[in-house]
């Protein structure tokens, strides 16, 4: 399985950016889909997460700015971030629960990351 993460890029505060995440491989079904992040110095946190069923749940800092969504028949996830903040500048990572076979557990694969800077 791979996982292959687009669309960061340099942008000025109150700006917007679109990240992609498409994974590939033998899948049998994807469950929890999410984006991380991690700025310089920083641990990883959760940024946003939707489940099969598309429930949805964000990090309180970007609740009402940033909004993610996922694309079953292409098995991608997507993060919408708009009015970008200068402290929203990190590596962002997305996360994926796959299923290999039936039977099996789901199992974490992370994209490569892809950077988010905001200049203020």
């Known amino acids: 399985v791979q996982l292959q993460a687009s669309g960061g890029g340099l942008v000025q505060a109150g700006g917007s950016l679109r990240l992609s995440c498409a994974a590939s491989g033998s899948i049998f079904s994807i469950n929890a889909m999410g984006w991380y992040r991690q700025a310089p110095g920083k641990e990883r946190e959760l940024v946003a997460l939707i489940t099969s069923g598309g429930s949805t749940n964000y990090a309180d800092s970007v609740k009402g700015r940033f909004t993610i969504s996922r694309d079953n028949a292409k098995n991608t996830v997507y993060l919408q971030m708009n009015s970008l903040k200068p402290e929203d500048t990190a590596v962002y990572y997305c996360?994926?629960?796959?299923?290999?076979?039936?039977?099996?557990?789901?199992?974490?694969?992370w994209g490569q990351g892809t950077l988010v800077t905001v200049s203020s």
């Open positions: 996360n994926v629960q796959v299923r290999l076979a039936l039977g099996l557990n789901d199992y974490p694969y």
